[in-house]
T-cell receptor, first 116, second 114 residues
């Protein structure tokens, strides 16, 4: 079945450091890929997405490229801020043979802590 | 445009009591999802609906859990009787056919069963 594997956290960085959170996936079809962010006490918010190979999703300085050859969708940001401290979830949607299937498969989440 | 609305935001109840969680999806969205989040198990899909019809309830843990969607703007998740292991944050999310597969989440209900 489908699965998403994220690097374990917490990831602790100093402000303005470069961020990479690794995400790899397995899927039977041609999935869409997502990054969600969850701030303390809140629900998940869509951060960015990519729907086909080589697509780059970007938002708020974050970006991720859909790499079909390595089945990866790593999240990057060039200079993190304290306000980026949150839990980040990689997810995929893979309808496979069931084109009506809309469920997302989530990774376990990676906690990012940015220190001033 | 209002996002997904959930109520209550916090619920504390005693073991054996019935608990009802409520969700109002984004207007016009035709899919609704219920998730449970715990430290041990992460984010789990419980059930989802399309046009008010349950499509996949394979994630519902046991018969104590039930979900309904009587109309396009309202859904409930009920636990009867509740147990301490049901303590978690329950999220509702909605999405719209034709707008990709992204889901929009509510703020969650934090349930504590003592």
């Amino acid at each position: 079945g489908d699965s998403v594997t994220q690097m374990e956290g917490p990831v602790t960085l100093s402000e303005e450091a470069f961020l990479t959170i690794n995400c790899t996936y397995t899927a039977t079809g041609y999935p869409s890929l997502f990054w969600y962010v969850q701030y303390p006490g809140e629900g998940l918010q869509l951060l960015l997405k990519a729907t086909k190979a080589d697509d780059k999703g970007s938002n708020k300085g974050f970006e991720a490229t859909y790499r079909k050859e390595t089945t990866s969708f790593h999240l990057e940001k060039g200079s993190v801020q304290v306000s980026d401290s949150a839990v980040y979830f990689c997810a995929l949607s893979d309808p496979g043979k069931d084109t009506g299937r809309r469920a997302l498969t989530f990774g376990s989440g990676t906690r990012l802590q940015v220190q001033p | 445009d209002a996002g997904v609305i959930q109520s209550p935001r916090h619920e504390v109840t005693e073991m054996g009591q019935e608990v009802t969680l409520r969700c109002k999806p984004i207007s016009g969205h035709d899919y609704l999802f219920w998730y449970r989040q715990t430290m041990m198990r992460g984010l789990e899909l419980l059930i989802y609906f399309n046009n008010n019809v349950p499509i996949d309830d394979s994630g519902m843990p046991e018969d104590r859990f039930s979900a309904k969607m009587p109309n396009a703007s309202f859904s409930t998740l009920k636990i009867q009787p509740s147990e301490p292991r049901d303590s978690a944050v329950y999220f509702c999310a909605s999405s719209l056919t034709g707008r990709g597969y992204e889901q929009y989440f509510g703020p969650g209900t934090r349930l504590t069963v003592t």
